[in-house]
């Protein structure tokens, strides 16, 4: 069983950045895509981001783009989620996941059908 722990959120105001954590434990990290997905009150968990196995491969929901960047340290079992230019509309639990799935797979995967899920880290953006 792989277990994962976010870490990083906070409340910022908007401009500011912050950086999310995943570590995981219980296996190797490398095995599996990562990914960042959040979920604002009231609305379905959405993706966010996602890394392959070996770090070559990334993805980004088109809302957050050119702002969010996601990365891993497969040694550390450790993968990032560095927010730049946060905004009120990013204002949301904050989600880390891991699947055996391709990335191409985990991104367009129903969150219901994720097979590891942290327990979230809370970030706010005030305007």
């Known amino acids: 069983q792989l277990q994962l722990v976010e870490s990083g959120g906070g409340l910022v105001q908007a401009g500011d950045s912050l950086r999310l954590s995943c570590a995981a434990s219980g296996r190797t990290s490398g095995s599996y895509t990562m990914g960042w997905f959040r979920q604002a009150p009231g609305r379905a968990r959405e993706f966010v981001a996602a890394?392959?196995?070996?770090?070559?491969?990334?993805s980004y929901a088109d809302s957050v783009k050119g702002r969010f960047t996601i990365s891993r340290d497969n040694a550390k079992n450790t993968v990032y989620l560095q927010m730049n230019s946060l905004n009120a509309e990013d204002t949301a639990d904050y989600y880390c996941a891991a699947d055996p799935s391709p990335l191409f797979v985990l991104i367009n995967k129903d969150p219901g059908r994720v097979s590891f899920w942290g327990q979230g880290t809370q970030v706010t953006v005030s305007s």
């Open positions: 890394i392959g196995r070996s770090s070559g491969s990334t």
